[in-house]
T-cell receptor
């Protein structure tokens, strides 16, 4: 009964370091998403993958890259972390882009110092 | 571009009270509207999904309504309980696009 699993749950990075957030879903969903949540800003879409083999930019893509490794996995990479990327990151998945319930992971707390 | 607004940002009510949370959106050509609950330190849990052709959805003590012409949705919680304390977010999309979220309403139900 895993649903959407994200790792790591907590991470502290130094400015300029790189890291990858991993996400996997076991619901055979076509679409996957990465959001960030900041106080007072709500959830903002970073990147999404409507289906395996495709990725698209969301509202705040700068400083991030993504890889849809296969249907189950969608990773988010910070190439050179900046303090402005301190946030809570959520991965999510759904059957398809618009029409069905979306399921979220538990979140990854990232601090860049 | 769809924009979603939730007012108020925070709400405190005594236990047992019926309450309404509000959500407004700018593009009436929505595909669907969803309400979520988020507990502190946790991810989002979907509560109700209303397709654009529907007017409302109900689940237990929760009822969500959709009025596309006015660009509004409401989440009605009956007989509130302390366990209902959480942040409630609404989200919608225009056409076949990813969801756009409001900033949420933080609800506190006081025993």
């Amino acid at each position: 009964n895993a649903g959407v699993t994200q790792t790591p749950k907590f991470q502290v990075l130094k400015t300029g370091q790189s890291m990858t957030l991993q996400c996997a879903q076991d619901m055979n969903h076509n679409s996957m998403y990465w959001y960030r949540q900041d106080p007072g800003m709500g959830l903002r879409l970073i990147y999404y993958s409507a289906s395996e083999g495709t990725t698209d930019k969301g509202e705040v893509p700068n400083g991030y890259n993504v890889s849809r490794l296969n249907k189950r996995e969608f990773s988010l990479r910070l190439e050179s972390a900046a303090p402005s990327q301190t946030s809570v990151y959520f991965c999510a998945s759904s059957d398809w882009r618009g029409g069905n319930t979306i399921y979220f992971g538990e979140g990854s707390w990232l601090t860049v110092v | 571009k769809q924009e979603v607004t939730q007012i108020p940002a925070a709400l405190s009510v005594p236990e047992g009270e019926n309450l309404v949370l509000n959500c407004s959106f700018t593009d009436s050509a929505i595909y669907n509207l969803q309400w979520f609950r988020q507990d502190p330190g946790k991810g989002l849990t979907s509560l109700l999904l209303i397709q654009s052709s529907q007017r409302e959805q109900t689940s237990g003590r929760l009822n969500a309504s959709l009025d596309k012409s006015s660009g509004r949705s409401t989440l009605y919680i009956a007989a509130s309980q302390p366990g209902d304390s959480a942040t409630y977010l609404c989200a919608s999309n225009s056409g076949n696009t990813p969801l756009v979220f409001g900033k949420g309403t933080r609800l506190s139900v006081i025993a």
